[in-house]
C-alpha cells in the first residue's frame, strides 16, 4: 500500500522541549517537505530536500531541524527555539523537484500541542 | 510578492445544489495550478492539476477552470453531497530554476453541504 505516513497523529509537548516528527514515503519520490498550517493561513513551507543528504530552508526555518539521511525518510525536530509550535504539521512529496507538473502528496498530519 | 486569495471564505448549501470556488492569484512565474480538499484534522488530497495550456480540467463532479490571461480559477462542484463538505484550497506552483517547484497555497473555503 504505497502512500506517505507521518507519526504521531497527535503530540503534546512541554514548554522547553524539542520533539521529533516522523515522515515516511514508499513512493520512491525524490522530493519531500514539511509545512505548518495555521487556523485562516495557507500551508507555509518549513523545509524541503530534493535528495538525500541535502536539504533547503523554507519560509519558516526558524526553529525547526530536518535531516535526509534515506530517501524514504524527512524527520522534523520542533527545537525549543521555535516560539510558537502548536499547529498542524503536514508532511509531503513530489517525483521530482524541478518537474514542473508534477503531483504532491500529503500525509494526514500531525497536530503538535505544547502544553 | 506571490499570493493566492480565495472567495468565500466560506459556504453552505444545500445536498444537490451546485456552487462554484473562485480563486485569483498573483505568482509569477506561472507553472501549474491545483485544487485540493481538505477533510478537518487531514491532510490535502489533489483534485485537479492544470499547466498554463489547459483552461478546463474535470475530475468526476468536480470541474476547475482556468483563465492564465487574468490569473484566476474557479472550481465547480456539481449536485453536491454531504461528503462533499471539507475545504478547497488553491495552490500555485512557481518553478525556480535548480531549486524545487515553490507552492502558494491559498486559505481555503470550508465548504458545508447540508440536508
Known amino acids: 500500500d504505497g502512500g506517505i505516513t507521518q507519526s504521531p497523529k497527535y503530540l503534546f509537548r512541554k514548554e522547553g522541549q524539542n520533539v521529533t516528527l516522523s515522515c515516511e514515503q514508499n513512493?520512491?519520490?525524490?522530493?519531500m517537505y514539511w509545512y505548518r498550517q495555521d487556523p485562516g493561513q495557507g500551508l507555509r513551507l518549513i523545509y524541503y530536500s530534493q535528495i538525500v543528504n541535502d536539504f533547503q530552508k523554507g519560509d519558516i526555518a526558524e526553529g525547526y531541524s530536518v535531516s535526509r539521511e534515506k530517501k524514504e525518510s524527512f524527520p522534523l525536530t520542533v527545537t525549543s527555539a521555535q516560539k510558537n509550535p502548536t499547529a498542524f504539521y503536514l508532511c509531503a512529496s513530489s517525483p521530482f523537484a524541478g518537474a514542473s507538473a508534477t503531483e504532491a502528496f500529503f500525509g494526514q498530519g500531525t497536530r503538535l500541542t505544547v502544553v | 510578492k506571490n499570493q493566492v486569495e480565495q472567495s468565500p471564505q466560506s459556504l453552505i448549501i444545500l445536498e444537490g445544489k451546485n456552487c462554484t470556488l473562485q480563486?485569483?492569484?498573483?505568482?509569477?512565474?506561472?507553472?501549474?495550478l491545483r485544487w485540493y480538499k481538505q477533510d478537518t484534522g487531514r491532510g490535502p488530497v489533489s483534485l485537479t492539476i492544470m499547466t498554463f495550456s489547459e483552461n478546463t480540467k474535470s475530475n468526476g463532479r468536480y470541474t476547475a477552470t482556468l483563465d492564465a490571461d487574468t490569473k484566476q480559477s474557479s472550481l465547480h462542484i456539481t449536485a453536491s453531497q454531504l461528503s462533499d463538505s471539507a475545504s478547497y484550497i488553491c495552490?500555485?506552483?512557481?518553478?525556480?530554476?535548480?531549486?524545487?517547484?515553490?507552492?502558494?497555497f491559498g486559505t481555503g473555503t470550508r465548504l458545508q453541504v447540508t440536508l
Open positions: 513512493l520512491n519520490h525524490d522530493a
Open positions: 495552490v500555485v506552483s512557481t518553478i525556480n530554476t535548480g531549486t524545487a517547484s515553490k507552492l502558494t
Open positions: 480563486c485569483n492569484y498573483t505568482v509569477s512565474p506561472f507553472s501549474n
